[in-house]
């Protein structure tokens, strides 16, 4: 199966038609759109537009959480259009994070990491006490603060358990790294987060078993695809293991603090929720 192939099974599993449990999905005619249940951040994942109405819809998402003053992303793929989407964002003042690069691996193409040997410490969370654990790594490895994260985490494996696993990476009994994965009803792919590695652990194998340990549970659960969205630090690493890179994808961020001047200029604003610190 090629780039093309396997773009078009993403879009339309992982853009357009993806349900999250904790938001409100709308299927506008232009803009798929994710309204949050619970706080945190609304989002725009999939849209069909073109020079002539590219601008006005951006107004209208902008009007439509403004109203509410509820932040959102607005995630942009390399190949969406119009070409010039991402300077049109920008002109609307939202705010660009870091480049992602959106990597697949075909389970049934390269097996490997299935059969890679587990030679880590790697626990499954399955309680509050393991979450609390997994945002300890993540706030010491990204100097955040991420309690919102921790309060999805648990809510998610409290009340949609079937949806997620959560691991730890152990070593002499201290926590070290921490991963998830989702999975999605209706959809060959299972989505990977996580992959945040303390300083002092890091080159250890850690991120490589956490990632053979949710490519087994994935291929127990049926998935096909494994996705993740990468950071530079990560991507070769996923690139060794058969991940390709399908696109490039960049998250603008729309905060109600904001002012609502739409300048020509944008604040570079990384907020690293989803890359990968090996």
């Known amino acids: 199966m090629n780039v093309i192939q396997i773009r078009e099974i993403f879009d339309r599993e992982q853009r357009r038609d993806v349900v999250y449990a904790d938001a409100t999905r709308q299927a506008l005619p232009r803009v798929v759109r994710h309204t949050p249940l619970y706080g945190g951040p609304g989002f725009v994942i999939h849209t069909t537009l073109d020079e002539e109405n590219a601008d006005a819809e951006i107004a209208a998402q902008l009007a439509f959480f403004s109203d509410r003053k509820i932040a959102f992303e607005w995630k ?67 100097e955040q603060d991420r309690s919102q994260l921790g309060a999805r985490l648990a809510r998610d494996l409290e009340e949609t358990p079937d949806e997620i696993r959560a691991y730890l990476a152990y070593v002499d009994g201290e926590a070290a790294a921490t991963a998830w994965i989702y999975f999605h009803a209706g959809s060959q792919f299972a989505s990977l987060w996580g992959g945040s590695t303390l300083a002092r652990f890091r080159k250890q194998g850690l991120y490589s078993a956490l990632l053979a340990v949710r490519a087994r549970e994935a291929r127990a659960r049926g998935a096909r695809f494994l996705t993740v969205d990468a950071s530079p630090m990560s991507e070769p690493i996923l690139a060794k293991h058969g991940f390709i ?11 109600p603090s904001q002012p609502e001047d739409r300048s020509e200029t944008s604040t570079i604003h990384p907020k690293g929720m989803c890359s990968d610190r090996l």
């Open 245 to 255: 890179t399908i696109a490039n994808a960049w998250g603008y961020m729309w905060e």
């Open 76 to 142: 942009a793929y390399d190949y969406d259009q119009p070409p010039d989407l991402r300077q049109r964002l920008a002109r609307h003042g939202l705010q660009a994070d870091d480049r992602e690069a959106v990597m697949v691996l075909d389970l049934n193409d390269h097996p490997g990491l299935l059969a890679q040997p587990i030679e880590r410490d790697i626990r499954r969370v399955i309680d509050a006490a393991g979450v609390e654990r997994m945002i300890g790594v993540e706030e010491a490895v990204w």
